[in-house]
């Protein structure tokens, strides 16, 4: 059985009378350890398509189930205290902008989603890895704004990890960088993918990044081609 699998995913907006398709019957199947590149023009639906699988939207219509747990199906979906459990347990999210918090430490920003899940305070040795894993260790007690733009986002990356999620979801990634530090963020994802068997679910319009997935769904108003 597929890790994620999507049925007929369907997102209407409303605004005043007007009916916005932002997505259009979309089916697919993820496989888990795969990375999975999601591409197109401004406004094809990219961000609608992720928001959804990541539980942080809900469709419309259509299903999806992940990780065997039917998660949205025929208009009804799971309690919103579920939804949470489902976010907590399966996603880490990163996205273009870092939106780490100034007046907190590396290490601090990464803890953030410990505030949520109280069971990761006493997790010192999760963090430790995370930080190692990310190349972060000797920035730990650093402010972001003594960080490079890089660093930053690895930071960010390192904050959707601390949960250990089977699923990572980044939204343009690599927006805000520069050439090397697009590279270096490209070479981490690849890491993470083939060290922790991580999925990768990835929004970008960098052609050179899209290349490392292994599938491509290619968004045009809405709908997959």
Do not use: W
Not at 18 to 30: P, R
Not at 38 to 65: I, Q
Not at 70 to 93: M, N, P, Q
Request: proline share 4%; net charge positive.
């Amino acid at each position: 059985m597929a890790f994620i699998e999507a049925k007929n995913l369907t997102k209407i907006y409303t605004r005043g009378t007007e009916k916005i398709q932002a997505l259009h019957k979309a089916n697919f199947t993820v496989e888990r350890g795969a990375i999975i590149a999601v591409t197109g023009a401004s406004g094809s639906g990219k961000t609608t398509l992720v928001n959804v699988l990541g539980c942080l939207d809900n469709p419309t219509s259509g299903s999806l189930v992940i990780d065997g747990q039917t998660v949205f199906e025929d208009k009804v979906h799971l309690s919103e205290s579920a939804l949470t459990i489902v976010r907590r347990k399966i996603f880490g999210y990163v996205f273009q902008k870092f939106f780490l918090l100034p007046t907190l430490t590396v290490k601090e920003n990464i803890l953030l989603p410990a505030v949520f899940q109280p069971g990761l305070r006493a997790n010192s040795a999760r963090l430790t890895e995370v930080l190692q894993m990310l190349g972060l260790d000797k920035r730990a007690n650093h402010l972001p704004g003594q960080l490079s733009g890089g660093e930053m986002q690895r930071t960010a990356i390192a904050r959707a990890l601390i949960n250990n999620p089977s699923v990572l979801i980044a939204d343009e990634p690599t927006g805000n960088l520069d050439s090397k530090r697009s590279e270096e963020i490209k070479n981490l994802l690849l890491e993470l993918n083939q060290k922790q068997n991580l999925t990768i679910i990835l929004v970008t319009h960098n052609p050179d990044l899209a290349k490392i997935g292994n599938q491509t769904l290619e968004l045009k108003d809405g709908i997959i081609q």
